[in-house]
T-cell receptor
């Protein structure tokens, strides 16, 4: 139990489908993140939310749409994805702190686009 | 954030110390060194971080050279469960924890 829960753990979707990934953190943190990990590639930061406000979008295509309704929940809405979007999507949270702190990651959602 | 260089893979015998090196020759004075690991198909796990002094916690020790251009993560008594990819990351502390991951070092602990 890491304190960051992601659902679903596995998802298969067609290219015309719309689906959402959910992340919930029970740690009282004020920052949340989406990362993508494609096969044989390093983790890539996608989005950052501080105090529910999006502070970073790393040139992510608009077919990925994040939503942060409160500091405990983060969603990633998916639509018209491509097969190359198949990857492990990881959510993380942390407490904004001056001296640096640790980020806690969820177990990820394994997404397959067919 | 500064770049880091790590060996792609290392092996270690169970029960022995695992010493994982990281080069970060362009690190700035306000950048910290972080270590995370990722066990196969799981989310990364924080291990330790430091600025310039050596650090130790229940998982590992972090040794940073005096010029801060390199560091070593030490797992004092490696177990089979320590088999994972270990990432060394340098970043300015403060604000959100935006982590830029490289390819890391795949550590295999052998029985």
């Amino acid at each position: 139990e890491t304190g960051v829960t992601q659902t679903p753990r596995h998802l298969v979707m067609g290219m015309t489908n719309k689906k959402s990934l959910k992340c919930e953190q029970h740690l009282g943190h004020n920052a949340m993140y989406w990362y993508k990990q494609s096969a044989k590639k390093p983790l890539e930061l996608m989005f950052v939310y501080n105090f529910k406000e999006q502070t970073e979008n790393n040139s992510v295509p608009s077919r990925f749409s994040p939503e942060c309704p409160n500091s405990s929940h983060l969603f990633l809405h998916l639509h018209t994805l491509q097969p190359e979007d198949s990857a492990l999507y990881l959510c993380a949270s942390s407490q904004v702190a001056a001296g640096g702190t640790e980020a806690f990651f969820g177990q990820g959602t394994r997404l397959t686009v067919v | 954030d500064a770049k880091t260089t790590q060996p792609p893979s290392m092996d270690c015998a169970e029960g022995r110390a695992a010493n994982l090196p990281c080069n970060h020759s362009t690190i700035s004075g306000n950048e910290y060194v972080y270590w995370y690991r990722q066990i196969h198909s799981q989310g990364p796990q924080y291990i330790i971080h430091g600025l310039k002094n050596n650090e130790t916690n229940e998982m590992a020790s972090l040794i940073i050279t005096e010029d801060r251009k390199s560091s070593t993560l030490i797992l004092p008594h490696a177990t089979l469960r320590d088999t994972a990819v270990y990432y060394c990351i340098v970043r300015v502390a403060g604000g959100s924890e935006k982590l830029v991951f490289g390819k890391g070092t795949k550590l295999t602990v052998n029985p």
